[in-house]
């Protein structure tokens, strides 16, 4: 079971969840997903439960993405983060480069990033925005939402309190926040690169605490070096936004170790007789190593029961998301698709579909494709043409899997 028991209404107060979350999610918790995860376990056990994203509307999208001029707060490397100058985004994915991972090892520190000033961002930094608004969607969960489920962009990427609620009923319990990531004492400033990347790569804290594995950092792992030290570099022109996030409540303060990381070499590879072999495996960095349709679109293992995601079911969808949306139009619950070229999944779809499902949130018949998807403007629109092709040839190229998924969610 899957609950994004997404705050969403909660999200845009300041701390705490409001009645109307804790009703959403109340609801949540018990439910179990069709085929899909852990067997119900209660929303006690949550465990692995949550998830929260979602949210209607434009998550991750670049919306006035200023990177620029954060002011300040620099991080330990002298005088970093500064100027920054041009606001490197705009509409959500700017950048660049389909497969060229970004600059060299050298610029890996904040300092480089943010001298770039005045005029617009380093091809790093942009990089890492690139990876962080269109390709891995940190924004759906680490950017509070106004009540519409926008992100709240004065907000970006400064954390969400209470993102998950696994018990409402529960005072002192339940609550997961995400964090403040911004380049303010708050967030990440007083952090070195190497214990953001501890956090964000292995699930580690500077403490020698473990994170929970709601934040996917058991695949995040899989980036490139060079892709790590982007998104650090981009993190550092973020400004600085003074949130301080509530401690997390049982069962979520005490978690035991972090998720083990998956090994890229379980990871469904395209089989030699695939048309494009070679862009289908640049797709797979984007989508499974580095990516983000991997943890949605595949089972969750039971809480505590080793790896995070079942990787023998890779992309066979079925996880069940609880967003509280109004309902109608949309149903309670909301089931990731089987993307492998099944019937019951993707069958029939051409690369083209499966790039206009990611850049304009579509599906094969023209229906909107429901939220938690970062589809569209919510943050694959941001996607490169090369990158969006790529993905969906690799995604073409699984090996068809039946796995029927309740369905039938199409966003108004
Ligand atoms: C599915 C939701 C989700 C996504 C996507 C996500 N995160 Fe997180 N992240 C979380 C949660 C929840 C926590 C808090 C975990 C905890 O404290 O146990 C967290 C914590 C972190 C932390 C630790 C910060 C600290 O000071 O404790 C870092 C760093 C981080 N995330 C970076 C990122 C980056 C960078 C991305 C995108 C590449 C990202 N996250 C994507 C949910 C998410
Ligand atoms: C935050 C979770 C999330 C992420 C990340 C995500 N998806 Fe989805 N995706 C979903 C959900 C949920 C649905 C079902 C929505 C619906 O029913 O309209 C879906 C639907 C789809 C569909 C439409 C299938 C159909 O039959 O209409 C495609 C194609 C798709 N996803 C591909 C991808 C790809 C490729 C990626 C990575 C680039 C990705 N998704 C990332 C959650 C996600």
Redesign the pocket.
Known sequence: MYLWAIPMVCAAAVAGCSDDDEDLAAGAAGTSSGGSTSGGSAGASAGAAGKA?AGTGGSVAGAGGKAAGAGGTAAGAGGAAAGAGGSSAGAGGSSAGAGGSSAGAGGSSAGAAGAAGGGGASPQVARGEYLVKAVL?CG?CHTPRDKTGAPDMSKWLSGVPCFIDADPTKAGFGCLSTRNLTNHATGLSTRTDQQVKDMMLNGVRPDGKALSAVMPYYQFHNMKPEDADAIVAYLRTVPGVDNTLPAHEPPWDNIPAPAPSIAPSTLPTPPSTYADVPAATRGRY??AEA???L???TKHNAPGAGPEIDVSKAFQGG?S?QLGLPSPPFPAT????N?TPHAT??AG?TVAD?VK??KEGK??TGGN??P????GKAG?AGLTEGDATD?AHY?LSLAPADNAVP?G???P
């Open positions: 994203t969607a759906d984007l989508a990516g983000a349709c943890e949605c679109h996880v998301y909301i089931y990731s698709a993307l999944g993707l779809w499966v499902a990611l599906d094969k494709i429901c938690p998807m970062p589809a694959f993905i995604i369905n969610c199409v966003a």
